[in-house]
């Protein structure tokens, strides 16, 4: 039983990215959203998503390929449903799967035979066919989980039981801000309940995708994401620790990871960070370590991972003190200025950034919290822990006693000079540098934080981190400008 792949009718949960996607290659896509906010924007051809462009999105309604509504009503005529929800940590740092959960059990009652059903929401091994399977066969319809066998492009099945609809399991895999991979590119893995629902998920993605793979069950669907995350902590995790250890050691731990880089097998760099954000990385491999407790066994490494990036917070403040302290101050009442609300650069997505934790920590202590970001004017609405930091302007900077420079700039400071400088600059910027301009959403900040040591002069901490692998977080415990002879031996370079 497979899609009709003639106009097809399609429908996806909240994520614009496939919903687009999917519409610029021919489908009529509908996207469902229980917010009549986002609805209402999309209605008017208005993106709430900073980095997918209005200008698309008004082009597929126009041509009557993209649609948004919250009735959900409408299901009974899609071909395909697409179900993109959230799936956190309950406070507990259990999975929660009420998203998954009250949208599958509102879309049962619109279910019609021949539809296929695809979750994409990122969950542990075993969801699609314990959560989401059961929940549609309330409807009085059956698909029945039977083996088959891949070689990631064809199905085989010993035995194929007839399916009154379909159902499969392909994981998200985007990775924000990235203009290297347009989610096109990225091979699109695929596992269903059956030998049907494989072929049918198939022929839908291989429609918008450059390159499917199959897999033997929605279940080894489910921890293929699960791993591919899990791996990035761990990694991470390693790197962080051995920050650490390097601190204490005095051994430049970019220095040996650039060197590690050289050998062309065998090595993958990861780099340290002042903790993870996102909404994968930090919180996927707990419902792997949830789930492998139903067979009594101990995700040692995921734990010990999740030990290490969720401490490294609190590193940067002790980091933090004692720079302060050095300089004989205090973080009581100091005026900390924190630049980067993302997660990571170039991304308006403030999903468990460390940014957020820090502001926290540091209003904790007694300090003074402001904070710019360009794709933030506001805090999201989420943080209530953060009591009224404000965005600041530019302009207000040398007004701050001290500075925190985040992940949206792609700056660093430099120890041996104590002035902010790019980690891959060899030699200072000057206005017209191409190769300042190349690095990062916003150069003139940039080069105006440059002009704000020359010209301020602020008894100043600098603390740097960026989501990015090349541009990652430095701590620097001497002031950016240590003196005035300091400042005007670069001030011709910086002029």
Excluded at 147 to 154: F, L
Excluded at 162 to 178: I, K, Q, T, V, Y
Excluded at 397 to 402: A, E, G, K, Q
Excluded at 416 to 436: A, C, Q, V, Y
Aim: a neutral charge.
């Amino acid at each position: 039983m497979l899609l009709p792949l003639r106009a097809p009718r399609l429908t996806v949960h909240t994520p614009l990215h496939p919903a687009l996607l999917f519409a610029r290659n021919g489908f009529a896509v509908s996207g469902f959203d229980l917010d009549p906010s986002k609805v209402t924007m999309l209605q008017r051809g208005e993106s709430y998503i900073r980095h997918i462009s209005e200008t698309v999105i008004a082009e597929h309604i126009q041509n009557k390929r993209f649609q948004a509504t919250t009735d959900f009503s409408h299901l009974r005529e899609m071909d395909a449903i697409l179900i993109c929800v959230p799936t956190p940590l309950d406070p507990h740092r259990e999975p929660d799967l009420s998203f998954v959960r009250n949208t599958v059990e509102v879309l049962t009652p619109h279910l019609r035979r021949g539809q296929l059903v695809v979750l994409e929401s990122t969950t542990y091994p075993g969801t699609t066919e314990e959560v989401v399977l059961p929940i549609l066969e309330k409807s009085g319809m059956q698909c029945p989980i039977s083996p088959y066998v891949t070689d990631g492009r064809d199905v085989t099945a010993s035995e194929e039981r007839e399916a009154d609809f379909l159902l499969a399991f392909s994981p998200e895999r985007e990775d924000p801000g990235n203009q290297q991979f347009q989610t096109h590119q990225v091979p699109k893995i695929i596992g269903g309940v059956n030998a049907s629902s494989a072929r049918g998920a198939q022929a839908l993605y291989s429609r918008a995708f450059e390159q499917t793979h199959l897999v033997s069950s929605t279940r080894a669907a489910e921890m293929t994401k699960i791993l591919e995350n899990t791996y990035r902590a761990v990694n991470i995790a390693l790197v962080n620790e051995l920050k650490l250890l390097c601190l204490r050691m005095r051994i430049d731990i970019w220095e040996v990871i650039e060197a590690a880089k050289t050998k062309p097998f065998g090595f993958t760099a990861f780099y340290p960070g002042p903790g993870l954000g996102g909404h994968c990385i930090p919180i996927d491999p707990f419902y792997l370590t949830w789930k492998a407790r139903e067979y009594e066994f101990p995700t040692r490494f995921i734990e010990l991972a999740g030990e290490i990036n969720a401490s490294m917070p609190e590193h940067v403040m002790v980091s933090l003190v004692d720079a302060l302290n050095q300089r004989k101050q205090c973080l009581q009442d100091a005026r900390v200025l924190v630049l980067g609300i993302a997660y990571k650069k170039d991304i308006d997505d403030p999903r468990e950034s460390p940014s957020l934790k820090i502001m926290e920590l540091l209003q904790a202590r007694g300090a003074r919290v402001d904070y710019h970001d360009p794709y933030f004017p506001r805090l999201p609405k989420c943080e209530n822990t953060i009591s009224a930091s404000k965005a600041w302007n530019l302009e207000r900077f040398v007004t701050s006693s001290f500075c925190f420079w985040a992940h949206s700039f792609g700056l660093t400071i430099d120890r041996s000079l104590g002035f902010i400088k790019h980690p891959r600059l060899k030699t200072w910027p000057t206005t017209s540098s191409p190769r300042l301009r190349s690095f990062g959403p916003s150069p003139e900040l940039k080069w105006a934080l440059l002009r704000w040591i020359q010209v301020a002069q602020p008894p100043l901490l600098g603390l740097l981190w960026v989501g990015a692998p090349k541009h990652v977080w430095r701590l620097v415990s001497a002031p950016c400008c240590a003196s005035l002879k300091d400042a005007s031996e670069h001030r011709e370079s910086l002029s």
